[in-house]
């Protein structure tokens, strides 16, 4: 019984992986995010933890704003923004395979030259600082989810493995947002750390 309880335990903790008929594995330990705890990029998490992140610039476009896109970012009809979607590897970890999926959109009147940014080293959060636009307020919004297909084919998962989705709003101290985003986190590989204080 002593065995059994330090099995579900380490199970429990994402240290075990159980697969009935086949017998019990050692996980490779689950990323900690810190995103809900800060407003923090990634490039940044990563140096902090001692990880050497890698990112993959899926694409960058200027386009005309959903209707779901102008409501987050408080845009008229027509508007245009620009989109920009990458995944994100952590060296040594997983055998190279995405830990995170990224979507974020920009006003183009408040960052018009972003198209014209390599972000395959340059962190987002850096460059919106360095064009006097840093990001002082988030709202976050965790969900776990499905994923869509063409993001569970760049996380390299299967379409039923469930994703964290992360839908996020970033806003200027004058508290118009500059920015709107919708993150996948591969369940399997990922954890969050949130801390209230009160």
């Known amino acids: 019984p002593t065995i059994r309880q330090a099995l579900d335990l380490l199970e429990q903790e994402g240290r ?3 697969i009935k008929g086949s017998g019990t594995f ?3 330990p689950r990323v900690i995010h810190e995103s809900t705890r800060f407003i923090i990029g990634y490039q940044e ?3 902090k933890n001692h990880k050497l992140l890698s990112t993959m610039v899926v694409s960058m476009e200027v386009e005309e704003a959903t209707e779901l896109v102008s ?24 055998n190279e395979a995405p830990v995170v ?5 920009v006003p183009l009147k408040l960052f018009p030259d972003m198209a014209q940014v390599d972000f395959t080293n340059t962190s987002f ?12 307020h988030s709202i976050q919004r965790l969900e776990v989810r499905v994923p869509p297909v063409e993001v569970a084919a760049g996380l ?3 379409p039923f493995e469930p994703t964290i989705y992360i839908m996020s709003l970033g806003s200027l101290a004058d508290g118009r947002p500059i920015e709107y985003s919708e993150s996948y986190y591969p369940a399997s590989r990922s954890m969050f750390r949130i801390e209230i204080n009160r």
């Open 101 to 105: 999926y990224t979507t974020v959109y």
């Open 125 to 136: 959060y850096e460059m919106l600082k360095k064009h006097e636009l840093p990001v002082v």
């Open 45 to 47: 998490e990563s140096k």
């Open 71 to 94: 409501e987050m970012l408080r845009l008229c009809c027509g508007e245009k923004v620009t989109r920009l979607t990458r995944m994100r590897r952590l060296e040594n970890m997983y």
């Open 156 to 158: 390299n998962i299967t």
């Open 26 to 28: 050692a996980a490779q």
């Open 16 to 18: 075990l992986i159980r």
